[in-house]
């Protein structure tokens, strides 16, 4: 039998334990956020998907598969998830591209440059609902558009309330919106590319445009692939602008997957169709994600 004397006892509250349980302390409160604004309501939207829930008439009934298999059969998931998909596509391939181009020409020494940079930057900082209101103005029928193309002789449309330009314009209002965060994040890219590889190949002779496409963008690619995650898993989620600007019309045209789940949630108060549709999304979201992030080592540069 072995005798437990002070000095083994003393051994066990070792600097490796001490420095250990520090970490735990240190990641406490954000394993209980995650538990409680994460984990916790994930679960909870999957046990209503399993009932049918209508707060007014007070009743909260098992159902079973019932939400899932109304889900299959709605007329209107395909064109919402169509809606859902144009949006996102439109603003992830304009919000990249512009971002970019912006990024590629601040990033020249001359005169201005800061204050474009700002410029650029400043719709990020605007209150979301305040300049889908200021652009609600703007693209209505007799809006501060139509009225400068009518000064020119050119009758414009009625942008948000014609099927052909009104999801267009939801489109280029979130790209003006948040173009200039990803600008900075690629500004800061390029400006941490080494100008000694860039140097050796225009001694070369290397065109500015191989120059960008051979070592530039490789070189920002991790930056790409962070912004780009990141403005899918936005577009995914737009409902302010949608909600403001067309209300999900004319019909079903700019109705995405979060504005046709707050309609059956919260306006026909069918809560579990909702949690049902709001697992669907959350599928979507994980599963581009995961997409993305496993193409990682195909045109990551610095990936293996």
Known sequence: MTVRTPLT??????????????????????????????????????????????????????????????????????????????????????????????AVLLNQKLRGTTFFRVLFFSPVVVSLLAWTIVWGFLLQDNGGLNGILNAIGIDGPNWLRSGGTAMIS???????????????????????????????????????????????????????????????VGSLQVFAQISVLTQGGPGTSTTVLVYYLYQQAFQFHAFGYGSTLSILLFLIVLALTVLQWQMRKRWVFHEN
């Open 170 to 232: 939801v489109v280029i209002v979130q790209v003006f919106k948040n173009v200039g965060l990803n600008m900075v994040l690629f500004l800061a890219a390029l400006q941490g590319v080494p100008v000694s590889l860039q140097e050796a190949a225009r001694v070369d002779g290397a065109s500015p445009w191989r120059v960008f496409r051979s070592i530039t963008l490789p070189m920002i690619s991790p930056t790409i692939l962070l912004t780009s995650i990141i403005t899918v």
């Open 9 to 102: 006892r003393r051994r066990f509250w070792t600097t490796r334990r001490r420095d250990q349980l520090t970490g735990y302390v240190f990641i406490t409160p954000a394993l209980l956020g995650s538990l409680a604004f994460v984990f916790l309501p994930l679960a909870l939207v999957v046990w209503y998907s399993l009932h049918e829930w209508n707060v007014l008439a007070d009743t909260f009934n098992f159902v079973g598969a019932d939400n899932y298999r109304k889900l299959a059969d709605d007329p209107n998931v395909p064109a919402v998830l169509r809606a859902t998909a144009f949006f996102s596509i439109g603003l992830v391939v304009f919000n990249l591209a512009l971002a970019l181009l912006l």
